[in-house]
T-cell receptor, first 115, second 114 residues
Framework: DTGVSQDPRHKITKRGQNVTFRCDPI?????LYWYRQTLGQGPEFLTYFQNEAQLEKSRLLSDRFSAERPKGSFSTLEIQRTEQGDSAMYLC?????????????FGNGTRLTVT | AQSVSQHNHHVILSEAASLELGCNYSYGGTVNLFWYVQYPGQHLQLLLK??????LVKGIKGFEAEFIKSKFSFNLRKPSVQWSDTAEYFC????????????FGTGTSLTVIP
C-alpha cells in the first residue's frame, strides 16, 4: 500500500488562470473521490468515480470544475478561470468498493491559492 | 442529503483526561459511520468505523465509538488522552448499501496540554 498520491502539494495561481491537479489512488482501489476543504470546515464532496465512470457530481460544483479518470487509474481535477473563492485544499481519496462499507483513504491534498 | 453535526468545535484537555466528541447525523436509513483524524501536517487517517453488529467499536490508539441508532449519534471516546492526540477529528457518514457519498462534519480541534 503506497498510499494515495497527489500532485502538486501547493499551487499558487492568478485569478482567471486554469489549474490541473493529479491524483494517483491506491492501485487496486476502484473508487476515487475528490473533496474540497477550507479552513474550519470538513471535507466537502465534489465528485467521485467508479473505475473510469464519473458516478456523481456535487450540485454545488461550478461548471468551471471538471474531473476525469480516463483509464480508471489516476484522475485529474481541472479548474478553469480560477476565482479567489476557489482557494482551498483539494483532497483526493480512494476506496475498494465491494458493497458499501469501504472506508476512504486520503492523500495529502493539493493546497490551491488564487491571488 | 445527509448532514453531520459535530457540536464541539474546539476542545482543550489536560493529559490523562477523558475525551468524548459528539457526532450526530440526519439520515434515517442504514448508515456506515466513520471517525477520521488529521494530525498537524498530515493527511486524514481512519480511526475507526462502524458497519453493523456490536454498536461499540474500537479503533486505533485506544479510541472507541458508540453507535446509538435512536439518537442518530456516533460519539468518539477515549478514557485517557495523550499529548500526541492533539489533532482535528472528523465524523463521517455514508448510506449503507450504496456507500456512495461520504458526508463529513465540520471537525473538532482537540488540543491536549501536557
Amino acid at each position: 500500500d503506497t498510499g494515495v498520491s497527489q500532485d502538486p502539494r501547493h499551487k499558487i495561481t492568478k485569478r482567471g488562470q486554469n489549474v490541473t491537479f493529479r491524483c494517483d489512488p491506491i492501485s487496486e482501489h476502484n473508487r476515487l473521490y475528490w473533496y474540497r476543504q477550507t479552513l474550519g470546515q470538513g471535507p466537502e464532496f465534489l465528485t467521485y468515480f467508479q473505475n473510469e465512470a464519473q458516478l456523481e457530481k456535487s450540485r454545488l460544483l461550478s461548471d468551471r470544475f471538471s474531473a476525469e479518470r480516463p483509464k480508471g487509474s489516476f484522475s485529474t481535477l481541472e479548474i478553469q478561470r480560477t476565482e479567489q473563492g476557489d482557494s482551498a485544499m483539494y483532497l483526493c481519496a480512494s476506496s475498494l468498493f465491494t458493497g458499501g462499507n469501504s472506508p476512504l483513504h486520503f492523500g495529502n491534498g493539493t493546497r490551491l491559492t488564487v491571488t | 442529503a445527509q448532514s453531520v453535526s459535530q457540536h464541539n468545535h474546539h476542545v482543550i484537555l489536560s493529559e490523562a483526561a477523558s475525551l468524548e466528541l459528539g457526532c450526530n447525523y440526519s439520515y434515517g436509513g442504514t448508515v456506515n459511520l466513520f471517525w477520521y483524524v488529521q494530525y498537524p501536517g498530515q493527511h486524514l487517517q481512519l480511526l475507526l468505523k462502524y458497519f453493523s453488529g456490536d454498536p461499540l467499536v474500537k479503533g486505533i490508539k485506544g479510541f472507541e465509538a458508540e453507535f446509538i441508532k435512536s439518537k442518530f449519534s456516533f460519539n468518539l471516546r477515549k478514557p485517557s488522552v495523550q499529548w500526541s492526540d492533539t489533532a482535528e477529528y472528523f465524523c463521517a457518514v455514508n448510506e449503507g448499501g450504496t456507500g456512495n457519498q461520504f458526508y463529513f462534519g465540520t471537525g473538532t480541534s482537540l488540543t491536549v496540554i501536557p
